[in-house]
């Protein structure tokens, strides 16, 4: 067992990225991409950062800014205030807050997972994430 953190990488606000990026850690998207993600680690999708994908697959996926396109969070997906969301929502949990623009269906995944993550704040649960996955 480790107490060593996930890496988390960070798409700055200059950067484009047109492709199919996959990952296994952390990513924060705060410039533009367009294309698919495939990953098994947390996303999150900052304010400042639009995103137009085929799909967009990751464990969490946290969206503070535009998405269009398909969205899967196989644990969960947390829609914050003032974000933009223009496609269809696969997951097993979802927290959607006030003045967010929705616009696609929503379908519950039936594997739940056996932690309650909307009981804490986003930054403890990305940090319960990190530790957690680098206990395994």
Do not use: H, W
């Not at 990751?58 to 969070?73: H, L, M, N, P």
């Amino acid at each position: 067992m480790t107490n060593e953190l996930l890496n988390e990488t960070v798409f700055g606000q200059e950067t484009e990225f047109d492709g199919v990026l996959n990952f296994t850690d952390n990513l924060v998207i705060t410039g533009r991409f367009n294309g698919t993600i495939d990953a098994s680690g947390a996303l999150e999708i900052e304010r400042t950062a639009i995103c137009t994908v085929d799909k967009m697959i990751a464990k969490s996926i946290v969206v503070y800014g535009r998405v269009t396109g398909d969205i899967e969070g196989t644990e969960r997906v947390e829609l914050c205030k003032g974000c933009k969301v223009k496609g269809d929502i696969r997951t097993a949990n979802l927290r959607i807050a006030e003045n967010v623009e929705f616009e696609g269906q929503v379908y519950m995944l039936d594997d739940v997972p056996d932690i309650n993550i909307f009981s804490v704040a986003s930054t403890e649960f990305k940090n319960a994430i990190r530790t957690k996955s680098s206990e395994s």
